[in-house]
């Protein structure tokens, strides 16, 4: 070290301009690309496409026209009158039912799933937890096939049902049951994951501190155990909530097209109804149910911020 | 002892996998004690603890509060409340909800609730954080809180899993008096778990020295260090000198006893009888050195010598065998004898304990 060095400290040394004088902008950048191309430039382009005019031989014209959003609603007359239809309306009602029946059946099923791998010793915890995470090992369609063989006709639940007295050649596949049973199966980890999260944060003293002062059971869980655990259970909520409200597989092999949901509906107007500026007019409105929702949820989670 | 008792331990045994925590413990504690489970970790004291509020079930013996059995009470149906040694105040409740709760669950009417939680808070110093959660808290006052909720029930017993562990010592010492006084105050038998010796003789007034899944001793503070039963007590209450002696005789508990230094002393015995080895118990500050030494009177030199301000540690070589003694320091002159130091050594017998090795 150099005589000057020693007696200048490091604070009196001149300021020089360094290339990477701010490092958290050079350091997020690639994040801030990703984001822009993988998330803002494709949301912007339906955007775009959504308030585009519809060719005549499917495709689109860069013509600005608020039809497709129209459609939603209305269907327009031969003479151009305006005629209000509830049809796309009850898909969004019934896409919002399902997805909602959904998360409260993974809810249902997920905490005492989780509650009970949060009580086991180390070891056997990372094995449940790798047995709850194996589904997404095997690709989504295949999953769904085999629902589909699982309560087909001959399949091994109804034959399993026969043989108490259901008649033969009973499917249960092609209706909502077999679509909720899809999408239960489908997103139940995403529900489990949270909320073993905090329920193993959980500091178990409190429920035998709730238990010492005169708590029963039920009343430990309303009291302590659920507003200590709530944001995972929301964050579980929010993770199977808002895929279940695009999903397309489901409705489509599971509930035989004939019922859709805004998902099948979306993809449906990509390809065969050739109708891409009203897909993307429906992608839209989704996707504002979602930040409403989000916007929603993160709110009531802020107002709620000092607890947890 | 108190002719009501509050508790009635009896043969609880207790196993964990191989590991035998408990091995037939009996013992009773009366009303309005306040009654110390001492004993070093694994001792099963926190075990014993556990098994009074339910949490615990013994693989055999019984245990009765005030009289009635409660083996088959689940935790929320016995009258008993718990002090966490962690407090475990519920983060999402202000003061006056953890406070309130156990009275909500016993179903008090709200107007009852709100008094008796201002009163609580009130005797515990808390009554301008009502609004406050546990998280905003510092030790001491989580540890009132913790008081407060576990004593606003009224309980037959009170609970206490090392409440002060967690506490910084000037803290520690206030909570000590403030315990003993709440004690008082409340009337309501207190069963205190702990590992500090310390705390033990300062607060209770009888003490279980529990060791190895056993009870070692049941007295009073004094009797616990004065007249400890056995080694294992005398070695755990307090600081102490072992020496091995052999047993000459003993007559209406005493034993004469030749000891390594040559002499033939004679002081209490327990459990010596019939014997012919003994450990011989002389506690540090029974020793006294120079123109002090009295008793049983002996040559020593100082080896070492540890000022702690109050007091001071010698550490004395009596021809070849160690001894320790600790002298408080009455003057600044306290600590006149400098190490290297040839003096007199002394101790009564009377202070002196022969115990069973």
Sequence with gaps: ?308 | MNEAKAVEVRSVSKSFGTYQALRSVSFDIGANEFFTMLGPSGCGKTTLLRMLAGFETPDSGSIRLHGREVLDLPPHRRRVNTVFQNYALFPHMTLEQNVAFGLENLGWDRARIRARVGEMLERVHMETMARRRPGQLSGGQRQRVALARALAPDPEVLLLDEPLSALDLKLRQAMRDELRKLQRDSGITFVFVTHDQEEALDMSDRIAVLGAGEVQQIGSPTEIYEEPANRFVADFVGETNFFDVEVLETVAGQATVRTPFGLVITAPETGVAGRRRATLSVRPEKVNLGDQAQGVTMQGQVVNKNYMGGYTHYTLDIGGIELRASRRNASREGDAIAAGETVNVGFAPLSARVLAS
């Excluded at chain 1, 959904?102 to 997920?110: E, H, K, Q």
């Excluded at chain 1, 193993?200 to 409190?206: G, I, P, Q």
């Design chain 1, 1 to 308: 070290m150099s005589d000057s060095a020693l007696h200048n400290p490091p604070l009196d040394r001149p300021h020089r301009p360094r290339p990477w004088h701010n490092l958290p902008f050079w350091g997020l950048l690639p994040t801030w690309v990703l984001m822009g191309f993988a998330l803002l430039v494709p949301v912007v382009i339906v955007a775009a496409v959504s308030v585009a005019t519809r060719g005549t031989h499917g495709g689109f014209t860069w013509d600005f026209n608020l039809a497709s959003y129209r459609q939603i609603l209305f269907n327009e007359g031969w003479t151009g009158e305006m005629e209000f239809t509830p049809q796309y309306l009850m898909i969004i009602a019934r896409t919002f039912v399902l997805a909602g029946a959904t998360t409260l059946i993974c809810l249902i099923f997920a905490v005492p799933v989780a509650y009970f791998i949060a009580r086991q010793t180390a070891g056997t915890k990372a094995v449940l937890i790798y047995l709850v995470t194996l589904p997404f090992w095997v690709s989504m369609i295949l999953r769904v096939y085999a629902w589909m063989i699982i309560l087909g006709r001959g399949g091994p639940l109804p034959r399993f049902l026969e043989s108490f007295g259901l008649p033969p050649g009973t499917s249960f596949m092609f209706n909502d049951f077999a679509t909720l049973t899809a999408m239960v199966y489908t997103y139940m980890p995403l529900m489990v994951l949270p909320v073993f999260a905090s329920i193993e944060k959980l500091d178990v003293t409190l429920i035998e501190a709730a238990h010492d002062l005169y708590a029963n059971r039920w009343t430990t869980v309303r009291k302590v155990i659920l507003p200590l655990t709530a944001p995972g259970i929301v964050s579980g909520a929010i993770l199977v909530f808002v895929p279940s409200l695009g999903a397309v597989l489901e409705p489509t092999l599971m509930g035989g097209g004939k019922q859709m949901m805004m998902g099948s509906l979306i993809q449906l107007q990509f390809g065969g109804g050739r109708n891409w500026p009203f897909g993307a007019a429906i992608a839209m409105t989704l996707m504002c149910f979602v930040v409403i929702f989000l916007i929603f949820t993160a709110h009531r989670a802020a107002r709620k911020g000092d607890v947890a």
